[in-house]
C-alpha cells in the first residue's frame, strides 16, 4: 500500500507537505503561483500547512485545492478525495441514476389502469344508491302501508264484497307490535259496487255467516269486519276493538284529507277519509291532527270531549293538537 | 380531492427545467433523470403525438421526416412552445415515479432563469401544474445553483455565482439567503453550438449539425488558450460542392470561434462586479467566483474568467447538477423554513 493510499485512507491531517514539495521541485514561487493562479499567498500556505479550516467553505476549498494541485502537476482529483474525508464527506458527486430509456411510444401504462379504477369506483357507487333506494323503499313500505286501500273479495256467487283495510286494528296479531300499533276502527265502507248491485243487507249477513267468503279470515289474517261482517252505508263498527271514549273521534260528512300523529312521530291515519266514515284513533298523546277540509267533519271529539275546530281552520285547513292544553 | 389522493402516492421534485437538459430531483432520492428537453412529435393529418421523448428525441435532431419534427421546447431558459413542454414535463414526471397505477400529482420546484418575466414564470408554473403537478413553486437558478454547490448563501458575506446553462448565463450575488445582485445574459450553450456553426460554415464552406456541434464543443472545445492542443475529425456537407467532406478542427480554431459569446459572458461578470455593493466585492475577492452549469465545463472557461477579473475562480463539483440539487434542498427545507428562498410571480 503505498503512502498515499494510507493517507486516504486513514489520514488525520491534509498532506499539504506534498503541495511544498512539488512546488519547490518546480522552482516555484508563491509570487509566481499568486500571478498565475489569481489565489491570495495566504491561500497557498494555509493548503501546504494543512490548515484548510482558514479558507472559507468547502466549495472554495475544493476549488482551490484542485486548482493548486493541477498547477503543480499533481493529481487533482485524490486530493480533493481526501479532503472530503477529513471532511466527512462521502462522495459530492450526484450519480444520476436513469430511470431508464425513453420509449418510442410515451402513453402511461397507468391511464388505463386509472380509468379501470374510476370505472368500478363509479360502479360501487351506483349500487351502494340503488342498494339504500332499495333499503329505503321497503322500509317506507312496511312503515307506512296505505290506509285506505280496501280489500277486495270475490264471493263463491260472483259477488264482490269490499272490506276494510287489512292493516288497521289488526286482532289477531300475537306480537307486541299489536299493543304499539294504533288501534284503528273504520266503519265498513260501502263501495259503489256493492251499492250498484242493490244488495241489502241481510243477504250480505247471510253471505258472510254461510261461509261464502271462504278462508277471508284464514288466508289474510283479516275476521270480517264487526260482529255480523255487514257492510254498511249507516252503520259505524270500531275495527281496533273496544277503543272506548278515550282518543280521537271523528265522523266526515263528506270526503277529507286526513292526517293524525301521535307524539312518537307514528302515522295513526295518513290518507283519504271517506265521506260518512266515522274514525276512532287512539295513540300517544298529544296527537297532531290535520284536516284538509275542515268543513267535511261532522262530528269530532277527543276524550268523549267535543273539539271545535272552527277556531283552528285556515282556508278550511285545520291543525290543531289534541288535547288543547298540549298545544 | 383526487389531486390529494394522488398526492400521497407522489414524491416532491425538483425540476431544473433547462433549454438543453432536464433534470429531476426526487426528495430522499437524488437525480434520477438528466435527459435533454427534446421532444419528438409525429404528425399524422391533423392529429400530432409525442414520438420520443429526451435522449431518443434528441438523437432524432436533424434526422427525422417528414411527419416528424423533433423540436426543443425551452429557448433561452424559459417556454418557447408551451404544449410541447407541458407533455415533456408529463412524461418526465411519470417516468421518475415507480407507481403505475395512480396519475402522479407531485409537488414540485421549477427553476426560473432570474431574469425571466412575469409571463414567463406563469407559462412555467402553468406548464407544471398541466403536467400534473398538485403545487408547483419557482426559485430562481442562481440561488438554486449556488444552494447546490455548497455555498454558504446564508451567511453574512458575498457569494458569487455563475451559472452558463444551455440557453442562459446567471450571474448572482448572494448574501443572507438573498440575492444582491442579478444578471442573466441569454447566451450559453446553444451559442457556442451555434459559434462553432457559423465558424466552421465561414472558415471550411461545410455545413455541420447543432449535434456535431456539440460534440466539437465537448471534445476539444476551450476558452483560454493551453499548452495542449487537441485535434476532432468532423465531417459536414460542403456548401459548394453539396457531398459530405470531412476534414480537422483544432482547439485553438474552437477558442476562436468561441470569442464572441465568451466575451459577452466575461462582460456580464465584470458588469456584476461594478454593481456590487464594495463590502460584498472585497468578499467575492477573498472567496472568488463560483462557476456552475453544462458551460462551466468548458476546459479553462475558470481560467478565462480568472484572467480577465483578476479574481479566483473555481468550478463547482458536478456542476451539471447543482441547479437540480439546490432546488432539491431547498425542497426538502420547504416545509421548514426556506420560503424566503423561493419565488414569486
Known amino acids: 500500500m503505498s503512502s498515499e493510499e494510507e493517507n486516504i485512507g486513514g489520514a488525520q491531517s491534509f498532506p499539504g507537505g506534498d503541495f511544498a514539495d512539488a512546488r519547490h521541485a518546480l522552482g516555484l514561487s508563491f509570487e509566481q503561483l499568486t500571478r498565475e493562479l489569481r489565489l491570495p499567498v495566504r491561500t497557498l500556505e494555509s493548503i501546504e500547512n494543512g490548515q484548510l479550516e482558514k479558507l472559507g467553505g468547502p466549495v472554495f476549498v475544493r476549488g482551490y485545492i484542485r486548482t493548486y494541485a493541477r498547477r503543480l502537476k499533481l493529481d487533482p482529483d485524490r486530493y480533493v478525495a481526501l479532503y472530503d474525508r477529513l471532511l466527512g464527506t462521502t462522495d459530492t458527486r450526484s450519480t444520476v441514476r436513469m430511470v431508464g430509456t425513453v420509449s418510442t411510444s410515451p402513453a402511461r401504462q397507468s391511464r388505463s389502469l386509472m380509468r379501470f379504477g374510476t370505472f368500478v369506483f363509479l360502479l360501487a357507487i351506483v349500487g351502494t344508491v340503488v342498494w339504500w333506494w332499495q333499503t329505503q323503499y321497503s322500509i317506507d313500505a312496511v312503515i307506512a302501508p296505505e290506509h285506505d286501500a280496501p280489500v277486495t273479495v270475490d264471493t263463491a256467487d260472483g259477488n264482490t264484497l269490499v272490506l276494510p283495510p287489512l292493516d288497521d286494528g289488526l286482532p289477531s296479531q300475537e306480537d307486541d307490535l299489536n299493543s304499539a300499533l294504533p288501534e284503528v276502527a273504520s266503519s265498513a265502507q260501502a263501495t259503489e259496487d256493492v251499492e250498484s248491485r242493490d244488495m241489502d243487507q241481510e243477504e250480505v249477513a247471510a253471505l258472510q255467516e254461510g261461509g261464502a267468503t271462504p278462508g277471508a279470515g284464514e288466508d289474510t289474517g283479516v275476521e270480517a269486519a264487526g260482529a255480523d261482517g255487514v257492510v254498511s252505508d249507516s252503520e259505524t263498527e270500531s275495527f281496533a276493538g273496544g277503543l272506548g271514549a278515550e282518543g280521537l273521534s271523528l265522523s266526515l260528512a263528506e270526503d277529507s284529507w286526513l292526517s293524525v300523529k301521535d307524539a312518537n312521530g307514528r302515522s295513526l291515519f295518513n290518507g283519504i277519509a271517506k265521506g260518512g266514515q266515522s274514525l276512532d284513533l287512539k295513540g300517544a298523546e298529544p296527537l297532531a291532527v290535520v284536516i284538509g277540509r275542515a268543513s267535511a267533519v261532522s262530528r269530532i271529539e277527543y276524550a268523549g270531549e267535543p273539539v271545535d275546530i272552527s277556531g283552528v281552520s285556515n282556508k278550511n285547513v285545520a291543525r290543531l293538537t289534541l288535547p288543547a292544553s298540549q298545544r | ?345
Open chain 2, 1 to 345: 380531492m383526487f389531486k390529494k389522493i394522488r398526492g400521497l402516492f407522489s414524491s416532491d421534485l425538483s425540476i431544473d427545467l433547462g433549454t438543453a437538459n432536464t433534470l429531476i430531483y426526487v426528495r430522499d432520492r437524488d437525480i434520477v433523470l438528466n435527459e435533454p428537453s427534446v421532444v419528438a412529435i409525429r404528425v399524422n393529418g391533423n392529429q400530432k403525438s409525442v414520438a420520443a421523448v429526451g435522449t431518443d428525441a434528441k438523437r432524432m435532431l436533424g434526422r427525422t421526416p417528414g411527419n416528424i419534427t423533433a423540436i426543443r421546447p425551452m429557448k433561452d431558459g424559459v417556454i418557447a412552445d408551451f404544449h410541447v413542454t407541458e407533455k415533456m414535463l408529463q412524461y418526465f414526471i411519470s417516468k421518475v415515479h415507480d407507481n403505475s397505477f395512480l396519475t402522479p400529482s407531485p409537488r414540485v420546484l421549477v427553476c426560473v432563469p432570474c431574469k425571466s418575466t412575469q409571463v414567463e414564470r406563469r407559462a412555467i408554473k402553468e406548464s407544471a401544474i398541466g403536467a400534473g403537478a398538485r403545487e408547483v413553486y419557482l426559485i430562481e437558478e442562481p440561488m438554486a445553483a449556488a444552494i447546490g454547490a455548497g455555498m454558504p448563501v446564508d451567511e453574512a458575506s458575498g457569494s458569487m455565482v455563475v451559472d452558463i446553462g444551455g440557453g442562459t448565463t446567471e450571474i448572482a450575488v448572494i448574501s443572507l439567503n438573498g440575492i444582491v445582485y442579478a444578471e442573466s445574459v441569454r447566451v450559453g450553450g446553444d451559442r457556442f453550438d451555434e459559434a462553432i456553426v457559423t465558424y466552421v460554415r465561414r472558415n471550411y464552406g461545410s455545413l455541420i449539425g447543432e449535434a456535431t456541434a456539440e460534440r466539437i464543443k465537448q471534445e476539444i472545445g476551450t476558452a483560454y488558450p493551453g499548452t495542449e492542443v487537441f485535434e476532432i475529425d468532423v465531417r459536414g456537407r460542403n456548401l459548394a460542392e453539396g457531398i459530405p467532406r470531412s476534414f480537422t478542427l483544432n482547439s485553438n480554431e474552437i477558442l476562436e470561434a468561441l470569442q464572441e459569446p465568451l466575451s459577452s459572458i466575461v462582460q456580464a461578470v465584470k458588469s456584476a462586479l461594478e454593481q456590487c455593493p464594495p463590502e460584498l466585492a472585497a468578499d467575492i475577492a477573498e472567496h472568488g467566483i463560483v462557476l456552475t452549469g453544462g458551460g462551466a465545463l468548458l476546459r479553462n472557461i475558470d481560467r478565462l474568467i480568472s484572467e480577465e477579473t483578476g479574481l479566483p475562480v473555481i468550478v463547482a463539483e458536478d456542476p451539471l447538477t447543482c441547479v437540480a440539487r439546490g432546488g432539491g434542498k431547498a425542497l426538502e427545507m420547504l416545509d421548514k423554513h426556506a420560503f424566503e428562498l423561493l419565488t414569486y410571480e
